[in-house]
């Protein structure tokens, strides 16, 4: 079973930086998508930042600019690093996984959420 355990999360002044970090366990296959969502109170939850296997990043608009996913060093970990933090990027952030199986016959998607980690930006 494949867990995914979040860390770095925490309280931040605005304009203020965070690295979020992203281990994945249980598998010795390469994940084909990892990625962060966000979801704030009283909203849906929203992709801020993915990143392929192949190394295509994707961004929100209102993080462009201001927000780096990476894949670290180890096999299976992403961050993001978070600068010039608003207000409005105060959210519970969801670290995403997704491993694609092909067969002759089949092709299957399997999907994995961590925990999530809180961010909070204010002064």
């Known amino acids: 079973q494949v867990q995914l355990v979040e860390s770095g999360g925490g309280l931040v002044q605005p304009g203020g930086s965070l690295r979020l970090s992203c281990a994945a366990s249980?598998?010795?296959?390469?994940?084909?998508?990892m990625d962060w969502y966000r979801q704030a109170p009283g909203k849906q939850r929203e992709l801020v930042a993915g990143?392929?296997?192949?190394?295509?990043?994707t961004y929100a608009d209102s993080v462009k600019g201001r927000f780096t996913i990476s894949r670290g060093n180890a096999k299976n970990t992403v961050s993001l690093e978070m600068n010039n933090l608003k207000p409005e990027d105060t959210a519970v952030y969801y670290c995403?996984?997704?491993?694609?199986?092909?067969?002759?016959?089949?092709?299957?998607?399997?999907?994995?959420w961590g925990q999530g980690t809180q961010v909070t930006v204010s002064s």
């Open positions: 249980g598998t010795i296959f390469s994940l084909d998508v």
């Open positions: 990143l392929t296997s192949g190394g295509t990043t």
């Open positions: 995403h996984a997704v491993r694609r199986t092909t067969t002759p016959t089949t092709k299957n998607e399997y999907d994995y």
